[in-house]
């Protein structure tokens, strides 16, 4: 338990985040060879507006990145009771424990 589970859960959201600014630029490219390799947003026809797609994107991950903390948080929590829980085990009465 001395690792700390938070560290990669930041370096995810960082690149996250810094990949959709690189998709972004991609996308809104002129060069027609730079433009042909980013098959993104040719897939999803639907999508008209790169920055209103990639600001709903961005909204996601952020709350994504929460719900991923919590969860580190309470697998930490459940982890460390669950080992302090160990010495109940030998208390008499055993309901008790």
Known sequence: ?????????????????????IIKRAVKTKNPLERQRTIVFEQRPEVFNVDDFTQIVKVEIKELFVVSLWAAFERFLRNYLQDKGVLLTGITPIDLG
Do not use: R
């Open 1 to 21: 338990m001395n690792s700390n589970p938070l560290f990669p859960i930041w370096e995810a959201y960082q690149f996250t985040k810094d990949s959709l600014t």
